[in-house]
């Protein structure tokens, strides 16, 4: 085998406004492919949502203000570059659109399944799954029952919103 060399003559051309590539295009209609990939976006921006409420929320002071002698110390300890660490984490918020998204998303479930209490609980199972990016198999550890009935049941969920969307003429996102 021999290598071969490939040599371009002339400069890469790329306009990131006008060659974007969009990994999300939205269908013309919904589907229910694109129900559940919404529903999925909307709790993956649920859970970037700042809940004081809840568990495991922290507030953006640190817990402790050191003083100096108190970082020297560390520092002899090797524990000051965990301390630092610590305390310049950030929390990334979700955008506006993002925000929008998910409230009209998030509510989907139950305004057009709301009769069908076994679909309701597919869809928020499965969706909240591939938002922690796991499958219909951990749906299905946690709360029992077979993998391939949460996910078809999941499926069909997303098929009938996506048909009362489309009755509706909500606009494609």
Known sequence: MSDVLLIRREP???????DLVLEDDAPSTWDGPHVGKRLTEAMQ????????????????????????????????????ER?????????LLPSYRDVTRMEAAIC????????LAHLVAAVNAVALAHALERDAGWVAAKRGGYADTWRQRHDQGCEIIARRLRYELVPVF
């Open 12 to 18: 890469m051309k790329f306009n990131p406004l006008e």
């Open 45 to 80: 921006t649920l859970r970037l949502l700042p809940m004081p409420g809840v568990c495991g929320y922290r507030p953006g002071w640190p817990p402790y203000v050191y003083e100096f002698d108190d970082l020297v110390e560390q520092h002899k300890q090797g524990e000051l």
């Open 83 to 91: 301390t630092q660490q610590l305390q310049n984490r950030t929390r």
């Open 108 to 115: 989907w479930p139950a305004q057009y399944l709301g009769r």
